[in-house]
């Protein structure tokens, strides 16, 4: 089981940015895909990127405004999101999985989640 914690969650006007950090540790050799979910209360939790050693895969959502990355020396994975929109409100999670997926159900470790808020 690989064990997630996430940080850089927070309050940020519209048009700005923030940087989610996800650290791994544990048995963080199966980590094969690392993911970025969001989630707002009332709904489902939707996919935001994916990447592993072969692939990097977005959400129409944040295509072209988040970058995700991965620092494997640091068992770290990054999400970097830009020209940040109201809608973008939610819990961001990280999750892992031994295989690549896009589906919620496909993950099966996830962080406990981070906060973060864009105001108008």
């Known amino acids: 089981q690989v064990q997630l914690v996430e940080s850089g969650g927070g309050l940020v006007q519209a048009g700005g940015s923030l940087r989610l950090s996800c650290a791994a540790s544990?048995?963080?050799?199966?980590?094969?895909?690392m993911g970025w979910f969001r989630q707002v209360p009332g709904k489902e939790r939707e996919f935001v990127a994916a990447?592993?050693?072969?692939?990097?895969y977005y959400a129409d959502s944040g295509k072209g405004r988040f970058t995700i990355s991965r620092d494997n020396a640091k068992n770290t994975v990054y999400l970097q999101m830009d020209s940040l929109k109201p809608e973008d409100t939610a819990v961001y999670y990280c999750?892992?999985?031994?295989?690549?997926?896009?589906?919620?159900?496909?993950?099966?470790?996830w962080g406990q989640g981070t906060q973060v808020t864009v105001s108008s």
């Open positions: 999750a892992a999985s031994a295989a690549w997926a896009t589906m919620t159900n496909d993950y099966n470790s």
């Open positions: 990447m592993s050693r072969s692939g990097i």
């Open positions: 544990g048995r963080t050799d199966s980590a094969y895909v």
